[in-house]
């Protein structure tokens, strides 16, 4: 049996807004092995970053609803309470890169400080010990080691990703969150990030999830896929069985609709919009959009396992 | 008889032409060894030197052709954009479409102009006034460009609308920008670069900000828009995987100059470039095998475009550095291939 960190069962997220309650993650399970990496993919608007934030407990004043279970090395992590959630937690097991993270750097302090500042107030590092433990981390991503005492509008954006990268890391945690690292990036920039992920996974023996909707530059890290749609995970897997042959209708449409670079095959598109989180579909969610919808889809379908891996579609059916 | 008019300002102007494989007796637009420099300031008063944002680009764009230019942020491929757009002025070198040159064009024939080019902006929620409906958006230019006749603009938006698969317009007319998807935003904006029946479309980065499942979408409309209305298009991008479906040549920019130019076919299969070559490496296919391996592509970042490099721009990160060289003399064209031409010393 492998090694299980991360264990997320029926985790829900529902937001009050003036239109009513917004279901952002509706029931999701998944899991994640030591050492591996998770890539979450799916449109804007599915739900990947209110999961992110649901998981880290990084939760906005408006939730209406947030329940289900988390547990981190088999230790429930919904039973503590915010403050014991603080302390054993978030940057100590856990920690994340956000969305735009390169633009979030603090203007007035030097990048060196604010690497360290988690190292300080979560691991009681003193701040010598703390800027040294930066400067190991800055050599892992490859920042040159005298910029520690450089300002983040001094770096380049590639540069600066690098260091919000480093800052997820200095704690030293279990499992990493990247929301997508690479975004705003060049190509070669995006390149050069994710030949340093792959090296730390490999150094420091660390566990990803990435949230990103490219699906052609998530395989460059993917151990394990799964694919979110309307709140809800739909699809799980291995990568290598995953981008060989996708299982559900929507996996399969968003696959087909990535451009290949060095296969020629006609990009296809998928019809129709997301669904409104506001008031889901019942049934099946994708049913509107799907090409092989049937009457089973008026009923939600369970999440089907087949050969390890998991496909939330009555055409999996046994 | 225009068309007559460029082929003679470039053969004046240029011996090698850029353009390998075509005649240029069919070329709308053509862009001369054009360069945009901008000042840097000091205090106000006095120039420190310059930004050069485009350095030395020639290219002709033909009637009813999609080209694509590649690059990365930075490299000068939305400036170059801009100039085509006359949004700014060329501080060498000129463009010239259907042999009128652009910088000579003034008041009416300026206007007449920008009616001739549709404008496809990279951020469509940014490129919509957010206090206007979809019907002022699309009514706006018409009523510049003088169309009085209310009905006769209503029956060109709904056909606009129409076109771009925003059915049944009247849906759309009364919404606000902001109540409309990424995509329908996108579409809005296609609709209004449509409008004028304009002979080019520029299209910048058109779909890097929408969702990966409506990209293709939109760039099909482009491409269905563009034969239906026999257009030229200009896609400007960073992302060659999308130009291999929609564009047939390309130009590989680098820090304001063209460095290699040749059909996409080219570049997958055999990029000459170093350059080029990274971006092949760099560019990923969803392939479960890209995890374990590292991606062999050059460190470090584009220069700064206000004390380029020396010589070829590229030898600060280049792997095929030839010493003595690459640092001293700005590379010319070779045509180690036809139909490929490359800005590199490798192919002297």
Known sequence: MADKLLDVKDLRLFFRTSKGVVRAVDGVDFELTRNRAVVIVGESGCGKTSMAKAILRLLPKNVDTYSGKIFLNGVDTMAMTDEEYRVKMRWVKMSMVPQAAMNSLNPVLKVGDQVAEPAIIHNNMSKEVAIQQAVKMFQHVGVPNDFINRYAFELSGGMRQRVAIAMSLVSLPELVILDEPTSALDVLTQANIFNVLKQIKKELGMSFILITHDIATSSELADDVAVMYAGQIVETGDAFSFFDAPLHPYSIKLMSSVPRLRARQEPDFITGQPPSLLNPPTGCRFKDRCPSRFERCEEEPPAFSVNGRTVKCWLHAK | ?348
Request: glycine share 6%; with cysteine; net charge negative.
């Open chain 2, 1 to 348: 008889m225009t068309e007559n008019n460029s082929q003679v300002r470039i053969s004046e102007n240029k011996g090698d032409d850029l353009d390998v494989n075509r005649t240029n007796n069919n070329v709308l637009l053509s862009v001369n060894d054009l360069k945009v420099w901008f000042e840097l300031r000091r205090l106000g008063f006095g120039v420190s030197g310059y930004v050069h944002a485009v350095d030395g680009v020639s290219f002709d764009l033909h009637y009813q052709e999609t080209i694509a230019i590649v690059g990365e942020s930075g490299c000068g491929k939305t400036t170059l954009m801009k100039s085509i757009l006359a949004l700014y002025q060329p501080t060498e070198g000129d463009i010239f479409f259907e042999g009128q040159q652009l910088s000579e064009l003034k008041g009416e024939g300026m206007r007449k102009y920008r009616s001739q080019v549709g404008y496809v902006q990279q951020d469509p929620y940014g490129a919509l006034a957010p206090f206007m409906t979809v019907r002022g958006i699309l009514d706006e230019p018409m009523i510049i460009n003088g169309i009085r006749n209310r009905k006769e603009r209503q029956e060109r938006i709904f056909n606009a609308l129409e076109e771009v698969k925003m059915s049944p317009p009247g849906d759309f007319l009364d919404k606000f920008p902001h109540m409309l998807s990424g995509g329908q935003q996108q579409r809005i904006v296609l609709a209004r670069a449509m409008l004028l029946e304009p002979k080019l479309i520029v299209a910048d980065e058109p779909v890097s900000m929408l969702d990966a499942s409506v990209r293709v979408e939109i760039l099909r409309l482009m491409q269905s828009l563009q034969q239906r209305h026999h257009l030229a298009v200009i896609y400007i991008t960073h992302d060659l995987s999308t130009v291999r479906y929609f564009s047939e040549r390309v130009f590989v920019m680098y820090a304001g100059q063209v460095i290699e130019q040749t059909l996409i076919e080219n570049i997958v299969h055999n990029p000459l470039h170093p350059y080029s070559q990274a971006l092949m490496e760099a560019t990923s296919d969803p392939d479960a095998n890209n995890a374990t391996k590292f991606r062999d592509v050059p460190p470090g970042e584009p220069p700064s475009l206000v004390t380029p490099p020396e010589g070829c721009r590229f030898h600060p990160r280049c792997p095929h550095k030839i010493d003595g060289l690459c640092e001293v003399e700005v590379p010319p064209y070779f045509t180690p291939e036809p139909d490929q031409k490359v800005a590199c010393w490798l192919y002297r």
